[in-house]
């Protein structure tokens, strides 16, 4: 089964940038599409970006467009986030998850929780003003 385990998470000051990175382990990676989600405190999880298997197709949520970089290294089967001038309101915990490629149907699939069957224990991101 695949297990993921995400890292690079922490306390940072606003303005600041951060580097996740989800390890993935069990599956052969190439074959996942993955997906970063987050959910703050006293709010629902949220999709954040993802990505297919090559890497090359990208999707993120309108809002985080343009500060969020998402990527994968299937050398390392690791899947990374790119996080820059963090602002307070993105201050979650940070989740990647992941799915087999042949079980997204549609590149709007990624959009959503419910189509990722594998997630990590997830990594906490505090933005200070």
């Known amino acids: 089964q695949?297990?993921?385990?995400e890292s690079g998470g922490g306390l940072v000051q606003a303005g600041g940038s951060l580097r996740l990175s989800c390890a993935f382990?069990?599956?052969t990676f190439s074959v996942y599409?993955?997906?970063?989600?987050?959910?703050?405190p006293g709010k629902e999880r949220e999709f954040v970006a993802?990505?297919?298997r090559?890497?090359?197709n990208t999707f993120y949520a309108a809002s985080l467009k343009g500060r969020f970089t998402i990527s994968r290294d299937n050398a390392k089967n690791t899947l990374y986030l790119q996080m820059i001038n963090l602002k307070p309101e993105d201050t979650a915990v940070y989740y990647c998850a992941a799915e087999r490629f042949d079980r997204i149907t549609s590149s709007s699939s990624l959009y959503l929780q419910e189509n990722y069957g594998s997630w990590g224990q997830g990594?906490?991101?505090t933005v200070s003003s």
């Open 54 to 56: 090559s890497g090359s």
């Open 2 to 5: 695949v297990q993921l385990v």
């Open 123 to 125: 990594t906490q991101v």
């Open 25 to 27: 382990s069990g599956r």
């Open 50 to 52: 993802a990505l297919g």
């Open 33 to 40: 599409a993955m997906g970063w989600f987050r959910q703050a």
